[in-house]
């Protein structure tokens, strides 16, 4: 098997993602320490109630819903799996609730080196 090809929960154990509220947890899949740029997989838990405030970021950001889905908390737009979103930087969506949970595939891309 070539090297460049892994299984996630080989890569490592579902973490709680971090700057995220409880009950979403990550494996990240990829990270380029230079840029920040990263891929990684999101496992919302059913129930989870999403934010009250539109998100807004300095990064691109592109979504993929590949189980469960995901609900809109201002619109009330539902969003099932097989849903692609792309977010670039500065553009407000959501925020998103999962009633069913969900698992997401989710892509975060700087332009430019984050500030931290």
Not at 20 to 34: Q, S
Not at 44 to 58: N, S, T, W
């Amino acid at each position: 098997m070539s090297r460049e090809f892994k299984f996630p929960e080989s890569i490592a154990e579902w973490k709680p993602a971090p700057h995220l509220p409880p009950g979403v947890d990550e494996i990240i899949l990829y990270r380029d320490e230079n840029s920040g740029t990263y891929a990684r997989i999101l496992r919302i838990a059913p129930g989870f109630p999403g934010g009250e405030k539109p998100l807004k970021h300095d990064f691109d950001e592109v979504v993929y819903i590949a189980q469960g889905g995901a609900v809109d908390v201002l619109t009330k737009k539902p969003y099932p799996a097989g849903t692609f979103a792309s977010f670039p930087a500065g553009l407000e969506h959501g925020p998103l609730a999962a009633p069913v949970g969900a698992i997401f595939l989710e892509f975060r891309h700087y332009r430019a080196k984050p500030q931290n």
